[in-house]
């Protein structure tokens, strides 16, 4: 077990094949977070603690896990901090509010709030913060203002997350008839799941981005951080990606 201090927030540690058979524990372990993986996380920060003087986190960790072909896997420990927790339980609370406004003040249809819940998502994600997106105003400007939001509508969302557990927690939950395109990434340890409209509706492509927060984060919605994503990081699965993580 080789340990390695990357910050003051993340540890890395390297398994290798012949330590993973002797503990007697497999990628899946640390996917499923069973008892035995648990017991090798406590170890393993026991130890961070002992030889790269590493502080536990207080709060919660984030585990990404790298598989390592013919030698063995990297298991990356990140701390949350309560601000950290703070902001992306903000931002959900920000889209259930909208989305009582949108339904109770205005009684907007569902694929219109939908739709607006994304460009608000999307809007966090090109990092200019949750500014609300603008809404008819009578329902003469209803023709301009459809064609405005045809325009408007993001085209794919990008979204990160922590462990390939929370990743196929949130595939098993979409419906199995969803018809969007997913392929799925891996970068410095991170997993991160492009997401497409495809041929499904746009109501239920805005509901299921919405339905990622509750188990990752919005990435990017832009080309330049898709571009740096293919450039940099490993496509692991091309096509399908949520049929294929379902569980």
Same mark, same amino acid.
């Given at each position: 077990m080789k340990i390695e201090r990357?910050?003051?927030?993340?540890?890395k540690c390297f398994l290798s094949n012949e330590e993973l058979e002797e503990y007697d524990i497999s990628y899946k372990d640390f996917v499923m977070r069973s008892d035995r993986a648990r017991e090798i996380v406590e170890e393993i920060m026991a130890q961070a603690v002992e030889e790269v003087d590493y502080k536990p986190p207080q709060f919660a960790f984030d585990l990404q896990i790298m598989i390592l072909p013919d030698q063995g896997m990297i298991l990356?420990?990140?701390?949350?901090? =309560?601000?950290d927790l703070k902001n992306s339980t903000n931002l959900m609370n920000y889209l259930r509010?909208?989305?009582? !406004?949108l339904k109770e003040k205005l009684g907007l249809d569902g694929s219109t709030i939908a739709g607006l819940l994304a460009q608000a998502m999307m809007t966090a994600a090109a990092g200019q913060?949750?500014?609300? =997106?603008?809404l008819p105003e009578s329902q003469e400007s209803a023709e301009t203002s459809d064609k405005k939001e045809a325009i408007q509508k993001p085209r794919f969302a990008i979204?990160?997350?922590?462990?390939? %557990? &929370?990743?196929?927690?949130?595939?098993?939950?979409? =419906?199995?008839?969803?018809?969007?395109i997913s392929r799925l990434y891996q970068e410095s340890g991170t997993y991160y799941l492009y997401?497409? %409209? /495809?041929?499904? &509706?746009?109501?239920?492509?805005?509901?299921?981005? !919405?339905?990622?927060?509750?188990? /990752?984060?919005?990435?990017?919605?832009?080309?330049?951080?898709?571009?740096?994503l293919e450039e940099h990081g490993e496509c692991l699965i091309g096509e399908k990606a949520l049929t294929r993580l379902r569980l």
């Open positions: 990357v910050d003051e927030k993340t540890v990356t420990f990140t701390e949350r901090t =309560p601000e509010e909208m989305r009582r !406004i913060g949750a500014a609300e =997106p603008a979204f990160r997350f922590a462990n390939m %557990r &929370s990743l196929c927690s949130y595939a098993s939950v979409l =419906p199995k008839n969803l018809r969007v997401l497409e %409209r /495809g041929s499904a &509706s746009y109501e239920r492509y805005s509901r299921a981005s !919405i339905q990622a927060l509750e188990f /990752g984060e919005l990435y990017a919605a832009t080309e330049d951080k898709l571009v740096y």
